[in-house]
């Protein structure tokens, strides 16, 4: 049986390449976010099924349309790639308006919520039952960079979500795993503030990153990669470097 897969912002950067890598293992992916144009574009790209079905994530009921799209043309959901995140220009918590904040927690946060709940649904509900969601943490799930107290606020709730989500799939054969990712190098590192004092960060290719999610979704649902961080070698995140 081909296994199904949906992935969010699968337009662009590291949702895009993981949508490719899987396509590319013989997976049916479906592939969202908020802009038509760029998933075509990797639907164009891809080597293998894919179902174009735009959506936005903070909108509960377009991510409960974009499930039932998925099993409507599959029958199931055996991955989510709960990848979506938006990063906000960078500035000082005390300059940042009410209407930023909201948007990034809605994006960041309530939209990985809702993806989560329509998978825990589709997954409790299909027969054989279970499945397995990536949640994108990043490595601002762990500690912050400099001005950028909404992103990190909802990368550190992420977190809380994969365990409390981990421990509800328990018994339904939903295994719920993080990765936190080290700057990959996508469209959306230029938008972020640089940790370091002068020059760029050092980056990664987004393509490890692909091949590590696509090696977690190829576990058996009785083994779970529930927390693994891929950065790159010389960045400043360990200790003071």
Not at 25 to 47: E, H, I, K, M, N
Not at 95 to 111: E, F, H, K, P
Not at 127 to 153: E, W
């Amino acid at each position: 049986m081909r296994k199904t897969a949906i992935i969010t912002g699968a337009g662009s950067g590291i949702g895009r390449a993981v949508a490719l890598e899987l396509a590319a293992q013989g997976w049916s992916v479906a592939l969202t976010g908020r802009r038509d144009a760029p998933l075509r574009d990797t639907a164009a790209q891809a080597q293998g099924e894919t179902l174009v079905h735009p959506a936005d994530v903070s909108d509960a009921q377009a991510v409960n349309e974009l499930f039932g799209a998925v099993i409507g043309a599959w029958g199931r959901v055996d991955l989510l790639f709960n990848n979506v995140g938006i990063f906000p220009p960078a500035m000082p918590l005390e300059d940042l308006s009410a209407d930023t904040w909201r948007q990034v927690v809605d994006v960041n946060l309530n939209g990985m919520f809702f993806c989560l709940q329509a998978a825990f649904r589709a997954m409790k509900a299909q027969d054989p039952h279970g499945g397995r969601i990536i949640n994108n943490g990043s490595i601002s799930a762990q500690v912050p960079r400099p001005n950028s107290a909404p992103y990190t606020a909802t990368k550190h709730a992420i977190t809380g979500l994969t365990k409390a989500a981990a421990l509800d799939g328990r018994g339904h054969r939903i295994a719920v795993g993080q990765i936190d990712i080290g700057n990959a190098a996508t469209e959306m590192i230029a938008n972020m503030p640089s940790a370091a004092s002068s020059g760029a960060e050092p980056t990664l290719d987004v393509a490890h990153v692909a091949r590590t999610v696509a090696q977690m979704a190829s576990l058996p649902l009785d083994a779970n990669v529930l927390f693994t961080t891929i950065m790159a070698t010389d960045m400043r995140f360990v200790g003071r470097g």
